[in-house]
């Protein structure tokens, strides 16, 4: 399924691979459960494992892309969920920052999009030093999420006009 557009500018998703291969490996452990029928035990595992694993990769395929920037007619943030995409231009996103995470040894990064709920009051100016609002819904996606490093997408995000705090 091809959900691409041509008014964004810039798109990110989950490589396509990556979706198929769960599919895939979430139908071999499926099988594999009924398979090894005699270790109930092993058989619900697997089973239980393959239903999400397909389950996971299903969504990766499905919610394409995760993060875009459309530039019609103002530069807006598309963020795809599987209710479907929302369009955030710039005076409903409160802030915008990347956030470094020591994991396992190693650190990863993670960006955090603070939107303003549909009900919400528009921003008239971004507040400096104070966090976000009450009425905020954070989007945090990963470089799962994206598909490639987040300074790639960081430089596209400035580049089209979007204050990015680093974090």
Not at 31 to 55: F, T, Y
Not at 98 to 108: D, P, Y
């Amino acid at each position: 399924m091809d959900n691409s557009d041509d008014s964004y500018t810039h798109a990110w998703a989950t490589p396509i691979g990556a979706g198929l291969a769960g599919c895939l490996g979430g139908v071999v452990l499926v099988v594999a459960a009924v398979v090894v029928a005699g270790d109930p035990a092993g058989s619900v595992l697997m089973g239980v494992a393959g239903i999400l694993l397909l389950a996971l990769g299903a969504y990766t395929l499905l919610v394409r892309p995760r993060l875009a920037i459309s530039s019609d007619p103002s530069p807006a943030l598309i963020i795809r969920t599987l209710r479907g995409p929302r369009s955030y231009p710039r005076e409903r996103i409160e802030r915008i920052r990347v956030l470094s995470i020591r994991r396992v040894g190693r650190r990863v990064g993670q960006l955090e999009i603070d939107v303003l709920d549909d009900e919400a009051a528009a921003s008239p100016s971004r507040r400096e030093g104070m966090g976000p609002r009450d009425d905020t819904r954070l989007v945090v996606l990963s470089r799962w999420d994206l598909g490639t490093d987040l300074p790639t997408v960081v430089d596209a995000l400035r580049e089209a006009g979007f204050v990015v705090d680093e974090g």
